[in-house]
Structure formats: C-alpha cells, structure tokens
C-alpha cells in the first residue's frame, strides 16, 4: 500500500474523516489506518521473541 508522506497533517485534526476535498491517496490511506485500528485493537502477537504490539490512543 502506498503511504503518503502527508499522513502526518492527518494527526493533527480531531475528526480527520471530517475533512473535505483530500487527495486520494490520503484519503485510501485513513480508510485503510481507520480500519487497521480496529482489527487490531485487541492487540496482535509477533513472530518474535513472545512480542506482542497493542495500538493505545494515549
């Protein structure tokens, strides 16, 4: 998937997928985060080293 370089200007709004008129790309790629985050809200194990990553919105 591709990742634009302005995925950052997206973390500095509240409600990003308030925005109007962004790129589509930009646009693909909140969809796909947005997505991301709740698949993974649970957590996912690694395949390494008993590792294991969480997404924590603080």
Do not use: C, H, I
Request: charged share 30%.
């Amino acid at each position: 998937m591709y990742v634009p370089a302005e995925r950052s200007f997206l973390s500095v709004a509240e409600q990003p997928r308030t925005l109007k008129g962004l790129p589509s790309a930009l646009d693909t790629f909140l969809t796909e985060f947005e997505n991301a985050k709740v698949v993974f809200k649970s957590g996912m194990d690694l395949p390494w080293d008993d590792s294991r990553f969480e997404y924590d919105v603080y």
